[in-house]
């Protein structure tokens, strides 16, 4: 499964870097809701390191793969895998998924279904986290206090589970005091270091923006999903953003998956593109590959009807889909 | 475009300097006429309904005018219109706004003044019963009873607030846990001979674990359907006690709890009592007293209790989950586990109270748990402000101070002639003063939430930005 993942991509070649050592792997993934497909047999992978970006019209899918990846939907079929440290382990892969397990780790390795697993535990074991294109922030609570929740769950380890907390033991205002200080530099990289104890509500717009990827950050992802996080600023803010999305690339180390329709953002950071219409991938490689692409220019521009049937690739996937959507189970292992 | 914006308060500030002599005389005969207006419908509507009266004759009916009556009530409307009009209608600062902005400014100042507030009332708290002993001697037994009664539900105000006002789980049948407790000490002691200190923690682990209970099924509802089934869970435990009869007594109750000891001494007359073993002469006010600081401290135990949960990941997770709980499960928190503990740790101090309650009345029965209760307790919640400690102290001194005081109105009889029984509307001003408070503060007494966290400078956030979670 995981060769034939490899095979299909059309651009890219061996060299790319979602190729040898994806830290996500979609495979074949199909989202049904009732009779409508809204992803179907959709296979792309995320690099590790890279900023992938995940483009399309409005209504192409993107958010409910967002949603399949981070466990707020149960995708109707398919497998998705991230994976903590180097290569495709595709023993380990192959082995969790005809375990049943939902994921395995060994130290700084780590195999883990998305699909087989609730939101929490993404965001928790497999290190996903994720903002929303409608901000949700927790507007009554600081900006402080936002970042502090995200640390939830270090810092109930630290607090004995309450008990200790309660009764006030050293260890847990020493860890506290550790969360403080990595929310402050959070918030520093955000410059929303003089806002730390306004409410979230009270922030403009922008600043919102900045200080729900802050927020997701402090939870230590290792891959960081973004839906639309320049939707709404202003070309200074959105220069701004990439500088930010760069920085948590190159100094954190994290990578970074995001859906966008401002093309100056993905065009001028993503390593990597994925391209969706109608739930298919028509396009997929990096960003120069993507912007001499028939399809995406069809896609995008919209074409004449005889033309629009004359691109062979389209018709295919989606008819692949189709196909899928009835023979059922092929995609799991 | 910048030119505009300078010019437009100077444009307007001109005839705001001119208007005073000119427009108020134009407002006084808008005002008169209005009035005049409104005074001589009063007339033609009242002619019939209040200058006509018809009484009940031999003959029939008989009309009397009422001319006097009729008069009076078009002064009445001549005058409040013609008031309404220069002072709230037309005036420039109308009369409302000041009295609100009044209003709303003494809830702003609140907070500032809550921590003396609070240490005031701690203070006094503490010697509180001593106060009601020398002060009133006659009437101390009735006063440190009433304060006991508004300390339970102090204490279950801020038992319920951890699951309302915190976790933003709107709970309209806390009293189940309220009940759970009162019962698990009577029949603890009833079957196993346990005494109070024994029942107490015990009481509260059963509550904590039926809150498990009734948090398991609820967690996936939201909003009404949330506060309909936590309805459902507390009338169930009451039919349930209502009628197991060979196990709980039923409507007949439980009799004969034991009272609390003092470490061992029971405060009884015999040469073994608290007062003769401390050389004091046998009153019965001991034993209230004794009750009152246990209520005290009790109540106060849930108050530090809930103030350390706030500041620790568990209570921030709570609040978190009233703001957003889809953003809580991306940030990896079980909201699952979260709701539990609220529920468990909000239904453990309900069933203190409910332990303390049996021991207080040393008799319980199904009628104590009603959904009546419960509703009180909301009230004093949400009157107090959501998540508000001090809140909920104000909120519960008034309400239940309050019901119990409108059983002292004989005053109105003099009013209102001899027929008045001012006891039987005593629910109604309750009600009424509620009206008044939720359109004065709709949100509470001490609406302001204090950050749990605070990195520079603390400040206050508005009642507005915070959410009020599920059902509300």
């Known amino acids: 499964m995981v060769a034939a993942a490899g095979k299909e991509a059309p651009t890219g070649g061996a060299s790319a870097r979602w190729e040898s050592d994806p830290i996500l792997s979609v495979e074949h993934l199909t989202m049904r809701f009732g009779g409508l497909v809204a992803v179907g047999d959709l296979s792309f992978n995320a690099g590790r390191g890279d900023i992938t970006a995940l483009i399309g019209p409005n209504g192409a899918g993107k958010t409910t793969v967002f949603n399949c990846v981070t466990g707020f939907y149960k995708p109707t079929e398919g497998r998705i895998v991230m994976r903590h440290g180097p290569g495709r382990q595709a023993e380990t892969v192959e082995e969790v998924t005809n375990s049943g397990l939902r994921w395995k780790k060994e130290g700084d390795k780590g195999i883990f279904l998305l699909e087989r697993m609730p939101d929490h535990e993404i965001a928790h074991r497999a290190k996903v986290a994720r903002t929303f294109q409608n901000i949700r922030l927790f507007g009554g609570m600081t900006a402080l206090e936002n970042l502090l929740v995200a640390q939830h769950n270090p810092l109930v380890v630290a607090s004995g589970f309450t008990v200790g907390g309660i009764f006030g033991l050293p260890s847990y205002r020493k860890a506290e005091q550790a969360a403080i200080e990595k929310a402050v530099y959070w918030l520093e990289r955000t410059r929303l270091i003089d806002r730390a104890d306004d409410p979230a509500a009270d922030l403009p717009y922008g600043a919102q923006r900045r200080l729900e990827i802050a927020r997701a950050m402090c939870t230590d992802p290792q891959l960081l999903c973004l839906d639309e996080p320049a939707a709404g600023l202003n070309p200074r803010e959105s220069a701004e953003l990439n500088e930010?999305?760069?920085?948590?690339?190159?100094?954190?180390?994290?990578?970074?998956?995001?859906?966008?329709?401002?093309?100056?953002?993905?065009?001028?950071?993503?390593?990597?593109?994925?391209?969706?219409?109608?739930?298919v991938k028509i396009s997929d490689g990096d960003a120069e590959t993507v912007r001499n692409d028939p399809n995406v220019i069809a896609a995008y521009l919209g074409v004449e009807e005889e033309e629009e049937i004359d691109i062979p690739e389209v018709l295919e996937d989606v008819s692949a889909a189709a196909g899928k959507a009835g023979t059922g189970k092929g995609g799991k292992a | 475009m910048a030119s505009t914006r300078t010019d437009a308060p100077a444009s307007d500030g001109k005839p705001a300097a001119e208007m005073p002599a000119q427009a108020a005389q134009g407002r006084l005969a808008a005002s008169l006429k209005d009035a005049a207006v409104a005074a001589?419908?009063?007339?033609?509507?009242?002619?019939?309904?209040?200058?006509?009266?018809?009484?009940?004759?031999?003959?029939g009916l008989e009309i009397t005018m009422r001319w006097t009556a009729w008069v009076v009530s078009i002064l009445i409307v001549f005058g409040g219109r013609l008031a309404l009009n220069l002072f709230v209608f037309r005036a420039q600062r109308p009369a409302t706004g000041i009295v609100g902005a009044g209003l709303s400014g003494m809830g702003e100042a609140l907070p500032g003044l809550g921590k003396w507030l609070m240490r005031g009332l701690f203070v006094f708290a503490l010697v509180l019963p001593f106060f009601f002993m020398a002060a009133f001697p006659g009437k101390d037994r009735q006063f440190i009873d009433l304060a006991i009664l508004i300390l339970?539900?102090?204490?279950?105000?801020?038992?319920?607030?951890?699951?309302?006002?915190?976790?933003?789980?709107?709970?309209?049948?806390?009293?189940?846990?309220?009940?759970?407790?009162?019962?698990?000490?009577?029949?603890?002691?009833?079957?196993?001979?346990?005494?109070?200190?024994?029942?107490?923690?015990?009481?509260?682990?059963?509550?904590?674990?039926?809150?498990?209970?009734?948090?398991?099924?609820?967690?996936?509802?939201?909003?009404?359907?949330?506060a309909i089934v936590t309805l459902a869970f507390g009338e169930i435990i009451r039919v349930v006690l209502l009628n197991w009869y060979e196990f709980t007594g039923g409507p007949d109750g439980?009799?004969?709890?034991?009272?609390?000891?003092?470490?061992?001494?029971?405060?009884?007359?015999?040469?073994?009592?608290?007062?003769?073993?401390?050389?004091?002469?046998?009153?019965?006010?001991?034993?209230?007293?004794?009750?009152?600081?246990?209520?005290?401290?009790?109540?106060?135990?849930?108050?530090?209790?809930?103030?350390?949960?706030?500041?620790?990941?568990?209570?921030?997770?709570?609040?978190?989950l009233r703001e957003d709980e889809i953003a809580c499960r991306s940030l990896g928190i079980n909201t699952r586990n979260t709701k539990l503990t609220?529920?468990?740790?909000?239904?453990?101090?309900?069933?203190?109270?409910?332990?303390?309650?049996?021991?207080?009345?040393?008799?319980?029965?199904?009628?104590?748990?009603?959904?009546?209760?419960?509703?009180?307790?909301?009230?004093?919640?949400?009157?107090?402000?959501?998540?508000?400690?001090?809140?909920?102290?104000?909120?519960a001194i008034v309400t239940i101070g309050g019901i119990e005081m409108l059983r002292n109105l004989g005053f109105l009889t003099q009013i209102f002639g001899p027929g008045f029984d001012p006891v039987q509307y005593r629910m109604l001003i309750f009600g009424l003063a509620m009206v008044f408070i939720m359109v004065w503060k709709p949100r509470g007494l001490v609406s302001t939430r204090e950050p749990s966290a605070v990195l520079k400078e603390k400040k206050r956030i508005g009642a507005d930005m915070v959410a009020q979670g599920e059902g509300h």
């Open chain 2, 40 to 59: 001589f419908l009063a007339g033609v509507l009242g002619f019939f309904f209040i200058g006509l009266r018809t009484d009940i004759e031999p003959g």
């Open chain 2, 342 to 395: 609220a529920f468990s740790i909000g239904a453990m101090f309900g069933g203190f109270a409910g332990s303390f309650f049996a021991t207080r009345q040393g008799f319980i029965s199904p009628e104590s748990f009603t959904f009546l209760e419960s509703a009180i307790i909301l009230a004093i919640v949400v009157l107090g402000g959501l998540g508000s400690q001090i809140g909920v102290v104000i909120a």
């Open chain 1, 244 to 279: 930010l999305l760069k920085f948590i690339r190159d100094e954190h180390g994290t990578s970074v998956l995001l859906i966008e329709h401002d093309m100056g953002v993905v065009m001028e950071i993503s390593d990597h593109i994925v391209v969706l219409d109608y739930g």
């Open chain 2, 152 to 226: 339970t539900y102090v204490m279950l105000g801020w038992g319920l607030n951890i699951v309302v006002g915190l976790a933003g789980l709107l709970d309209l049948g806390y009293v189940a846990f309220y009940a759970v407790g009162a019962y698990s000490f009577a029949l603890l002691s009833q079957y196993f001979g346990f005494g109070f200190w024994m029942a107490l923690p015990l009481a509260g682990i059963l509550a904590a674990f039926w809150g498990i209970i009734l948090g398991f099924p609820v967690l996936r509802l939201r909003g009404d359907y949330l």
């Open chain 2, 254 to 320: 439980i009799s004969g709890i034991p009272r609390p000891t003092f470490f061992g001494l029971e405060f009884s007359r015999g040469d073994d009592g608290f007062a003769a073993f401390f050389g004091l002469d046998y009153s019965p006010i001991h034993r209230f007293v004794y009750l009152y600081y246990i209520i005290l401290a009790l109540a106060l135990i849930t108050n530090v209790v809930t103030i350390r949960l706030r500041k620790l990941p568990i209570g921030r997770a709570w609040e978190a």
